[in-house]
């Protein structure tokens, strides 16, 4: 935005009010092939008569944005969270095209952006305040939203300042407060969304009341890859409550499907209508799909050169002994508590959307992960986004076939309607998180010394599932996401990816491909460190030949763990770490045998780096919660088709961990590094495989396929 | 369709509505009280727990037929006992919930639990609530919180029964 039009843009909001924007330009973050992001400048505080409003425009899914964005402009700005009000945005365009949440990126790449922005609006309040009192803005200072002019005893609330500081020039380099004088940042504050979350005031996407609203329950082709041929709505249509059948297309990346909507006066009415649908699908062929086969395909693609992720050295230099293994990774579902919905109201050319969605920014015009309006033919200018509180996100809700789909529904009827997806559809739709497999050689000197290693990733593509045109001979970075970032000190490496076609639409599943690679990656580390003589740890400590960040993350998991002392007996454990785009931690899991004969998961230690913390609790619930979510996928019946279909419908048949299962969890943070990194991810991917070392370390059995067996370990 | 009163939170509802429609969407749908949540459908993850003159049952499990005038519902937005207010202030203070779309089913059998077992142990804390997912993870904050609204309960109840 330009002086000129912020300037206008000003005066239009100060029409309605005593109203003082303040606009900043927003660095452009650090891009990878997940996450591009451009902030651009956007009104984050806002102040009138009615007092401060700052705007979060990372949407709240747990994660804990909601307070960190208000903290981190709140500190310099100088008021306490009690003084504000905190509203999420909504994609708007004044807001910017920062207005998602993924990647781990919300403090990790605003972390300075946002906290100039509060910093610059504190001066502007004070210049304001000097030139009301003709005094030096040396002299005054600012507390609590009011100036302060010591040497007289004046004070001016933020409120009263507001219409003058507005018209002052934003500071390009606001002083930024030391740290040592942090209110908030770095201190447990209590999260202000949470009172509204134990009283169930939360409002959720699902929550939309909207008046005069349908309710639409969806019939979609079982068979993946399938889509509607006919269907006779007769006997549907005498349900009562039945009010329309409609057929709607829902989109996602290339993929494209046409389902049976009935639209009803209640939801009940619409699950019973729906039952009552006759539908010929068209299953195209994929009706004989079997995923167990498309395994098998993997493991014959293994034997493939592939693509070169990286290559340094030579890895066909002769070695004392080679080690080879091949791991197996399956799809798994993001299982958000909140199922997929989405409430649209279609008024002529108006579009009104209320839901739970993770890209605000695309679902209202271009931004992270595309263009929504484009898949509907809606101009961008038309449609009004309400978006709720997010029950659960997890990467599935940076997709928005859900929006698309309730669109094409709401397009056919006068009435707003409310589509609501049961479990069984947010879980047999898709899209999943890709199956990896991974083919591992590492070669071992006469001296026990790592002189190679390759990882090569069969899989299918992040961006063939995303693009109808990609051109599948290409390299799909996102499919070997950290292979070749870790910190190791080999010679020689050779890292490759090789593309096994499919046709189930794949998503970035909470730390993404990181989430798979590393079980494969870092469980071979321990097999060479087995065939090495070496303690597990110490030989990853020792494969680090600078001060890397790893190597400081690794010390402090010795440190906490007390690795040298001895565990009980019938215990063991197993470590493993991860480095990649969201962050970097390091985990120690202790087990056990039970007497069924299972593997129990008793205690995980876990160090995060950070770089800086915003809310230190906040970070240990994320690992807490990052923890048992690879649990999860660690132990748990995964996805699997079965002549098309997926075979798993609800919690009973690919549970989630519950409380009864949860170990305890111990986190420590790093935040001496010099680099900012991520909270909500990396918490993930060095579970699985310190999981796997552990039940070696107890068993001596490798498991090299997940969800691991422990029940017949 | 047949006309049901429903006594939810102390307020009596009359709605007309199918009797086989489950009570969740009841109240959620037709008396519009959303803190009620919809996760499963099967009784499986706890999201819609509700209380049924004190016991904690599963909304979406519940056909809104079955249950009569006298009984006595209680959802998150009616939770205002001195327990209930005990549970949310230890669920604050523990700072449990994350994405918070679980939380109202996990406190509406933390308190069903806590009337039926004041002092639960950890064991009796996990069999209870392990009924009720927590995607997010944040079950041992739960357990905390569990254990702090145990001991505050009792605190105040010694002090009420000596003053």
């Known amino acids: ?713 | 369709m047949k006309t049901i009163e429903l006594s939810i939170n102390q307020q009596v509802h009359r709605i007309e509505v199918d009797p086989e429609m489950p009570l969740l969407w009841a109240i959620r749908d037709i008396v519009g009280l959303k803190g009620t949540k919809f996760g499963c459908g099967q009784g499986l993850c706890g999201a819609c727990t509700v209380q049924l003159d004190g016991q904690a049952i599963r909304s979406c499990q519940t056909p809104v037929g079955s249950i009569t005038a006298k009984q006595k519902i209680t959802t998150i937005e009616g939770a205002s006992t001195r327990l209930e207010k005990i549970i949310q202030a230890a669920w604050i203070e523990h700072q449990v919930p994350q994405c918070g779309y679980c939380q109202s089913g996990q406190i509406m059998s933390a308190t069903a639990l806590l009337k039926s077992n004041p002092k639960p142990s950890e064991s009796d804390i996990e069999n209870y609530m392990s009924g009720n997912i927590c995607r997010c993870g944040t079950y041992s904050r739960i357990k905390s919180a569990i254990q702090t609204a145990a001991k505050n309960a009792a605190k105040n109840t010694s002090k009420s029964t000596k003053s």
């Open chain 1, 1 to 713: 935005m330009s002086l000129e039009s912020r300037r206008s843009f000003i005066k239009k909001a100060g029409a309605t009010g005593l109203t003082f924007w303040l606009g900043l330009s927003y660095v452009k973050g650090e891009s990878t092939a997940v996450i591009s992001t451009a902030k651009s400048l956007t009104p984050f505080i806002k102040i009138d008569a009615a007092g401060i409003t700052i705007f979060n425009p990372n949407p709240e899914m747990g994660q804990g944005s909601y307070q960190a964005v208000a903290s981190m402009i709140a500190e310099e700005l100088e008021v306490s969270l009690d003084q504000i009000t905190i509203k999420n945005t909504s994609g708007e365009k004044e807001f910017g095209a920062g207005q998602w949440a993924g990647g781990s990126s919300t403090v990790r790449e605003g972390y300075l952006t946002y906290r100039k922005i509060g910093a610059s609006a504190k001066e502007m309040l004070v210049k304001a305040a000097s030139q009301t009192w003709g005094v030096s803005p040396e002299s005054c200072t600012a507390k609590e939203g009011k100036v302060l002019h010591a040497a007289t005893n004046r004070t001016l609330k933020y409120e009263e300042l507001a219409e003058a500081a507005s018209l002052l020039e934003i500071p390009k380099e606001p002083k930024l407060k030391d740290p040592k004088d942090f209110k908030m940042l770095g201190k447990s504050v209590k999260r202000p969304d949470i009172p509204l979350k134990v009283t169930g005031k939360a409002e959720f996407g699902i929550d939309a009341d909207v008046p005069g609203m349908l309710y639409s329950s969806v019939e979609r082709c079982p068979v993946i890859g399938g889509t509607l041929k006919t269907f006779d709505a007769t006997a549907a249509m005498k349900v009562p409550g039945v009010v329309k059948v409609v057929s709607a297309e829902r989109v996602i990346g290339k993929y494209s499907s046409t389902g049976v909507a009935v639209i009803a006066k209640t939801y009940w009415a619409a699950i019973q209508g729906r039952k009552a649908l006759k539908i010929d699908w068209d299953t195209k062929g994929f009706e004989t799909f079997n995923s167990s086969d498309y395994e098998h395909k993997l493991r014959s693609l293994s034997k493939e050169e592939g693509i070169l992720d990286k290559q340094k050295g030579s890895v066909d230099l002769p070695v004392a002994q080679v080690v080879e293994s091949f791991y197996e990774t399956p799809m798994v579902a993001h299982h958000p508590l909140e199922p997929m919905n989405c409430t649209v109201h279609v008024n002529g050319k108006k579009v009104e959307i209320w839901t739970s969605t993770q890209v605000p920014v695309s679902v209202t015009g271009p931004g992270m992960m595309g263009s929504m309006p484009a898949l509907v033919g809606i101009n961008p200018e038309d449609i009004t986004l309400h978006a709720g509180f997010i029950g659960g996100g997890f990467g599935r809700r940076l997709y928005f076939d859900y929006i698309v789909e309730a669109i094409n529904v709401a397009k056919q009827v006068d009435s707003p309607v409310k589509v609501v997806w049961s479990r069984e559809d947010t879980t047999t739709q898709g899209p999943f998180r890709p199956m990896t497999f991974s083919k591992m050689i590492g070669g071992l000197s006469e001296k026990n010394q790592v002189v190679s290693f390759q990882h090569k990733v069969i899989s299918p593509g992040f961006m063939d599932s995303a693009m109808p045109n990609w051109d599948k001979t290409k390299m799909d970075s996102m499919m070997t996401e950290g292979i070749s970032a870790q910190e190791y000190d080999i010679p020689n490496m050779k890292n490759s990816f090789v593309f096994a076609d499919y046709h189930v639409p794949m998503a970035a599943w909470r730390s993404v491909t990181s989430s798979t690679l590393a079980f494969a990656h870092e469980c071979f580390i321990d097999e060479l460190a087995h065939k090495a003589e070496k303690d597990p740890l110490d030989f990853r400590i020792d494969l680090q030949s600078t001060n890397t960040d790893t190597k400081r993350v690794l010390k402090k998991l010795r440190e906490i763990t007390n690795w040298d002392k001895p565990l009980p007996a019938g215990k063991a454990r197993g470590v493993a770490q991860w480095d990649f785009f969201a962050g970097l931690s390091a985990q120690a899991v202790e087990v056990s045998l039970a007497k069924n004969g299972a593997v129990s998961v008793d205690k995980v230690y876990v160090v995060i780096d950070l770089g800086t913390v915003v809310n230190p609790d906040n970070v240990k619930a994320q690992v807490e919660g990052a923890v048992l979510m690879a649990l999860s996928a660690a132990i748990h019946p995964a996805i699997t088709l079965k002549n098309g279909v997926v075979e798993q419908k609800n919690f009973d048949t690919t549970p989630v961990t519950r409380m009864s299962e949860s170990p305890e969890v111990i986190v420590e943070i790093i935040t001496e590094g010099a680099k900012i990194k991520g909270v909500g991810e990396p918490g993930l991917p060095p579970f699985a495989p310190a999981l796997g070392n552990a039940i070696f370390a107890l068993t001596k059995k490798r498991l090299r396929k997940l969800p691991l067996e422990i029940e017949f370990v």
